[in-house]
């Protein structure tokens, strides 16, 4: 190969990245021999003459970020008319974990802007390094779909970069076909069903199942991810756990992207059961987000910097417009950019995961920072999911149990949003009962996510039990952020009274913890309003 230097940019001029705050010096620019001047066949076969492979290369010096700025880089390139392939790869010093670029693509739709969603294509954090898009198929994690000519780009997340900044590699390989028949055999990273970019496509969510009667407990996951990712799972592969497990539904949240939806559709067309929600995990560099119920095709847009409130609400906003809910996952993770840097109260969210895979003390600080919005008075749902990357860390554990009266998306989301929700370390335990009573002339029961309202202060009666809870276990009935009452759980888990009286609007609900005090179920809260008229 011989290399021809083209060109030496320093402080990269695109008028369209004014707003890009990073600093981004493209050393220079190299064209491959064959690229240059003698576009080669993309396959040797003779019958393949019409396309032609031009091969790119990049290198580009990223600075570390520096608090305050965007963290995303832009690489733009040139696609001709008749692209039928874009293949990229990258490279750079890890430095044993001290540099980790993520990496996405966008189209000649996009300007290149952190505030312009339009021809995104995909993403893949920090889980590739090459991947491709074509008309009909492209890598996991990315869209196929109408390969428009102009300026594509590359888009870098500086997710850690070491103070002396890293050099990063790029070969973009764009193949075109002279004949215009867009059809080609892709080769590349391991390909998967395509998502395929049409966003007029966009659609409310799955129709409901058949009604029942009444109201009954779902037993589901609202956070995994697969190869759409940077998990091992792929879609079947879930719903076949979900399915062996008896979970009834499931939703596959995968990091910055929406190609998944096609194949969670495809899935959903063959058999309704369990049911399976489109979500996407909006992975930020201070914090992450899942939204849940996402209509087909729909992305939202990560791009919003750390500490950044009016960002992350309006990224709430636009998950609510799409119709799906929006929760604040592992708010105290201790992986980088992890932790919740926005907004403490939540002000705009659905739903927080207080509990993230194995109870841990991450998970501890997180039941604190929702205790803390109850007792503001704000009612959010507590969640509790598995974050399950592969089969070694099983979905279910814990398990989120909502008492919808349909086994549909829209039957579901409305008990998550209105906390008719508990949570147990595993599937099918332990089995829990939480109901309070008042009494008086019109003796009524009530259950998780109900409020109810007293005219007067009033003794509330709490019934309470954990049933196959192992020896040694506690039931605490905890309100306003303190625990009120401590049982033993009974060998047979027999239900246990437990009276409170209430005196001012209170919220009360239930821990379940074992004897090293680690969760094995909790419920969200019981919400009891005395009316003023009353107190005053
Ligand atoms: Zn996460
Ligand atoms: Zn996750």
Redesign the pocket.
């Known amino acids: 190969m011989t290399a021809l230097r083209i060109q030496v940019f320093t402080d990269f001029y695109d008028p369209h990245l004014l707003q890009m705050t990073t600093r981004l010096i493209i050393f220079s620019l190299f064209l491959c021999a064959f690229g240059a001047n003698a576009p080669r066949v993309a396959n040797s076969k003779p019958n393949t003459t019409s396309l032609q492979t031009k091969t790119i290369e990049r290198l580009v010096h990223l600075d570390s970020p520096i608090a305050g700025v965007s963290r995303y880089a832009y690489v733009p390139f040139d696609v001709p008319q008749r692209a039928v392939r874009i293949h990229i790869s990258y490279q750079y010093d890890r430095a044993h974990g001290a540099n980790t670029i993520d990496i996405g693509l966008f189209d000649a739709r996009s300007s290149g802007s952190d505030m312009d969603r339009r021809g995104f294509r995909g993403w893949s954090g920090g889980s590739r390094s090459e991947f491709f898009v074509s008309p009909r198929e492209a890598t996991p994690g990315y869209l196929a779909g109408e390969m428009p000519a102009g300026t594509w780009r590359i888009i870098l997340g500086l997710y850690r970069v070491a103070s002396p900044g890293v050099d990063v590699s790029f070969k973009i390989s764009i193949t075109t076909d002279d004949n215009g028949t867009g059809s080609i055999v892709s080769r590349g990273p391991k390909t998967a069903f395509s998502a395929i970019v049409n966003p007029s496509n966009a659609r409310p969510g799955s129709s409901s199942i058949a009604p029942r009667q009444g109201l009954r407990w779902w037993s589901g996951d609202l ?3 697969t190869i759409y ?1 940077d998990g091992d799972w792929t879609i079947e592969g879930l719903r076949n756990s979900a399915r062996s497990l008896g979970l009834d539904f499931i939703c596959v ?1 995968d ?1 910055n992207t929406s190609s998944h939806h096609l194949e969670i559709d495809r899935l959903s067309k063959d058999s309704p059961k369990p049911l399976l929600l489109r979500g996407e ?1 909006i ?1 930020t560099y201070g914090g ?1 987000a ?1 939204a849940w119920g996402l209509p087909s095709g729909t992305w939202i847009d990560f791009r919003v910097s750390p500490k950044d409130n009016t960002g992350i609400t309006n990224i709430a906003a636009e998950v609510h417009r799409s119709g799906a809910l929006i929760s604040i ?2 708010p105290f993770a201790l992986c980088g950019g992890c932790a919740w840097s926005y907004d403490a109260a939540a002000r705009g969210f659905d739903a927080i995961e207080v509990w ?1 895979g194995e109870w841990d003390g991450t998970d501890e600080q997180a039941l604190k920072m929702w205790d803390k919005i109850l007792q503001s008075g704000r009612h959010i749902t507590a969640i509790g ?1 598995s ?1 399950s ?1 592969r089969a070694a860390n099983p979905i279910g554990h814990p398990t989120a149990h909502v008492a919808a009266r349909f086994e549909s998306q829209s039957a579901l989301l409305d008990a998550i949003r209105k906390g008719r929700v508990y949570l147990t370390s595993e599937v099918a335990r332990p089995v829990l009962r939480f109901e309070a009573e008042t009494m008086g002339k019109r003796p009524a029961r009530w259950m998780v996510g109900d409020e109810f309202h007293l005219s007067t202060p009033a003794t509330i009666r709490f019934h309470v039990s954990a049933q196959t809870a192992p020896p040694g276990s506690t039931i605490s009935l905890v309100s306003n952020g303190q625990v009120l009452r401590s049982l033993s759980t009974t060998t047979n888990g027999r239900q246990q009274i437990i009276e409170v009286e209430c005196r001012s609007d209170s919220y009360y609900r239930l821990e379940v913890r074992d004897g090293a005090k680690a969760m094995l179920a909790l419920t969200n809260p019981i919400y009891v309003k005395i009316e003023k008229s009353a107190t005053d």
Do not use: A, L, R, V
């Open positions: 956070h995994m991810h990712s949240t990091h995990e992975t992450h899942n996952n592992h993230n999911s974050d990357h």
